[in-house]
C-alpha cells in the first residue's frame, strides 16, 4: 500500500524550532521528486519546498528561505523538513507529497500535481 505519513507537528512558541518527518511506504522515495506544501483553513495549498529527484536539487519559498531546510535520507525512505525561527505566520497543515515525473528548474515549478501526498501534520506557532 503507498502511503505517506507525516509527524513532528506541534505547538512551538516564536522563534523555535520544528522538525517535520515524512515516511514513505510501499514505493522508493529516490525515485521520486518532492514537494512540502502548507495549507491553512479556507485557503489554497501553498508550496514550502521541493526536492528534485535526478539531482536532489532543492528550491524553497521566498517566505522561509534561510529558515526551513529540506532533505531526504534514501535509507530511510523518509524525507525532512527542519523549521527554524518559526513565525506565527508559519501557522498551517504541512504535507509532503511525491511524483515520479515531477521535474524543477525553479520554486515556481513546484507547485504542480503530485501522484501521492500524506494527510498532514498541524504546526502552530504562537506565544
Known amino acids: 500500500q503507498v502511503q505517506l505519513v507525516e509527524s513532528g507537528g506541534g505547538l512551538v512558541q516564536p522563534g523555535g524550532s520544528l522538525r517535520l518527518s515524512c515516511v514513505a511506504s510501499?514505493?522508493?522515495?529516490?525515485?521520486?521528486?518532492i514537494g512540502w506544501f502548507r495549507q491553512v483553513p479556507g485557503k489554497e495549498r501553498e508550496p514550502v519546498s521541493c526536492i528534485s529527484k535526478d539531482d536532489d536539487s532543492i528550491y524553497y519559498a521566498d517566505s522561509v528561505k534561510g529558515r526551513f531546510a529540506a532533505s531526504r535520507d534514501n535509507a530511510k525512505n523518509t524525507i525532512y523538513l527542519q523549521m527554524n525561527n518559526l513565525k506565527p505566520e508559519d501557522t498551517a497543515v504541512y504535507f509532503c507529497a511525491a511524483d515520479p515525473s515531477n521535474f524543477y528548474l525553479t520554486f515556481d515549478d513546484c507547485n504542480v500535481s503530485y501522484d501521492y501526498r500524506g494527510q498532514g501534520t498541524q504546526v502552530t506557532v504562537s506565544s
Open positions: 510501499g514505493f522508493t522515495l529516490d525515485d521520486y521528486a
